[in-house]
């Protein structure tokens, strides 16, 4: 069976039996039907006690992913199975993905959360609603322009841009207010995809509805003719940010659905990690540290990109650290990295010839990514993700691999096997967590400057030799330095295919410099975006995208969603 298929096949607890077992009361549950619910986290108690943390971040992937989300719902299950009350936190679906490449974002086989068909589509409204909200503050600006332009704003200097939560490249340079005076001041805008929105950064990061409108009121939109920074807060007697939290008022309160497998998840926010901060957010993690012995979460894509990131900016935002990591390793992305095909690595059948050679190339990509998640100080643990072309020799070479750099692994079969396929190594995360280690520590202090941190990423944690900055990027900096703004977390926008800014440059290279083209500052959420190499904030569909496998029957029934 297909992930659908197993999902649909699936029975299901009501969803108030899924809050009880982690003394969330009906008080505090407010279902979206029988198997899905928002936490009213205002009414939630407590177990008094902080619950340990653990990070599942990855190796760098291939473009069809080595299922992360998949392995953190299987160590999820496969920790209650070995007695430890868990949770699990991860990001909501975009619709980018689903109806492009990459697919859904609620794991797969049997350790998925579910149910699939609604988390993975419109779920609990969450996305439609930063998306609103982004796109009103949006058409303040120009509404403000529009009456008379008291602030004096530049409209060449809008940096504010229209979100929306689907994949088009035919919306990333636009050009709008035409049709005469009465619709509007003609400008050239621009689209993100909605993960990719400071909104959704803000809505991310923000720990409660006060910080949530404190933030959203410092995002700077324009500037003025004269370069000084306008702010959401100064468009309106009132600000924007009163607007904009209404219809993110609902949105804040955490989504409670469930695994396969009966583990309580909480699913809330979705930035991308390649062209945002990669984490769930801060509210979910936190309510479920309160709720639960050990909670699992996840970073996206590689550890260069999402775990650096909730280490310097999702972590000392939320006011947690990860306990221990797992690292997830995949045989396929081993050779991938070594030079075979996307084909040759999934490759059935016998005819294995040069591929034990392809992984001793490809192994020193996850070497580098075991030394960058060991520097973090918390202990480490990887996954081997089992898939069916897989041989026992390939599986126990990677095992050995591990365990020859001092890291601890285990071939985990969550796909196939839920968490039973995942209890040898929750077994021996547990130890790792009852042994009270340090939790992961941030890379910088809070005075390290952004080009500081930016050039220390690129040495230390992709390996390069340094970083190019573009005319318009040094600019941005100076301007930066000079206003004494630069002490802040960068987020990086690169590739997630390599540790260059190259997505053809696999492995491990050395000796390569890494060009920031442009610096966007996001007041609100707090860090600067990097923009690296030709990544671009809003992606485009691929030559055949996903959609074009999907119907619905007249019964209603979705097809060919996963």
């Known amino acids: 069976m297909n992930d659908a298929e197993i999902s649909l096949a699936a029975t299901l607890q009501p969803i108030s039996d899924i809050a009880a077992s982690v003394n969330i009361s009906d008080e505090a549950l407010i279902p979206y039907g029988h198997h899905m619910a928002k936490v009213d986290t205002q009414k939630v108690q407590g177990s008094g006690k902080r619950g340990k943390l653990v990070l599942v971040t990855a190796v760098s992937p291939t473009p069809a992913g080595e299922g992360k989300s998949t392995v ?13 009350k868990t949770m699990v936190a991860l990001r909501e679906p975009s619709l980018g993905p689903v109806f492009g490449m990459k697919g859904g974002a609620t794991g797969g086989g049997y350790a998925q959360v579910v149910p699939m ?51 088009d490249r035919n919306l990333r340079n636009v050009t709008i207010g035409l049709g005469g005076r009465a ?9 993100e995809i909605t993960v990719a929105s400071e909104t959704m950064a803000v809505f991310c990061l923000a720990k409660d509805i006060d910080d949530l409108k404190d933030r959203l009121s410092r995002i700077v939109v324009a500037e003025t003719y004269d370069r000084k920074p306008v702010t959401a807060a100064e468009l309106g007697p009132n600000g924007a940010q009163g607007g904009m939290a209404i219809l993110l008022r609902d949105a804040m309160k955490p989504n409670l659905v469930q695994s396969i497998g009966g583990t309580p998840a909480l699913i809330h926010g979705g930035p991308f990690a390649n062209i945002a901060h990669g984490a769930n957010s801060v509210i979910a993690t936190n309510t479920a540290l309160d709720l639960a ?53 999934n490759k059935p059948g016998d005819d294995r010839s040069g591929h034990i050679e392809a992984m001793e190339k490809g192994s020193n990509n996850l070497a580098r990514h075991l030394d960058n998640v060991k520097s973090y100080g918390a202990p480490v643990i990887v996954a081997i993700n ?71 990423i690129v040495k230390n944690i992709y390996g390069g030799e340094g970083v190019d900055f573009s005319s318009a990027a040094e600019k941005q900096l100076k301007q930066l330095e000079d206003a004494g703004e630069d002490k802040v977390p960068v987020c990086m926008a690169k590739t997630q295919y ?17 060009t920031v083209r442009e610096l966007n500052v996001r007041a609100g959420a707090g860090f600067v975006v990097a923009l690296t190499g030709a990544m671009m904030t809003m992606p485009g569909l691929p030559n055949e995208p996903a959609s074009d496998n999907m119907d619905v029957n007249a019964e209603g029934e979705i097809l060919g969603l996963f």
């Open 183 to 191: 619709s509007g001041t003609p400008r050239e805008d621009h689209f």
């Open 498 to 514: 390599s540790f260059t800014d190259d997505p053809k440059d696999l492995g491990a290279p050395e000796g390569f410099r890494v």
């Open 386 to 456: 089992q898939f069916p072309q897989d041989t026992d020799e390939e599986l126990q070479w990677v095992k050995d691999f591990c365990e020859a750099r001092g890291v601890e692994a285990e071939v985990v079969s969550v796909w196939a096997n839920g968490g039973e396929g995942a209890k040898a190594l929750a077994t021996k995360l547990r130890g790792m967590l009852d042994e009270g280690n340090d939790p992961v520590q941030p890379m910088f202090s809070d005075d390290t400057g952004v080009r500081a941190r930016i050039e220390h």
């Open 117 to 167: 068909e609604n988390i993975n589509l419109h779920f609990t409204g969450d996305f439609h609603a930063i998306t609103s909200a982004h796109n009103l503050l949006c058409n303040l600006v120009d509404n403000h322009i529009f009456h008379g332009n008291e602030l004096g704003i530049d409209p060449r200097t809008v940096r504010i841009k229209r979100v929306l939560d689907m994949n």
């Open 72 to 84: 953190s719902v299987g160590i999820a299950d496969a920790l209650n199975l070995v007695g430890s």
């Open 293 to 345: 012995e050990t909670v699992v979460t996840e970073a996206g894509f590689g550890a260069d990109l999402g775990a650096e990131k909730f280490v310097n900016i999702t972590g000392p935002a939320g006011g947690f650290a990860a306990d221990a990591v797992t690292v997830v390793a995949t045989v396929r992305s081993v050779k991938y990295n070594g030079g075979l095909s996307l084909d040759e690595v």
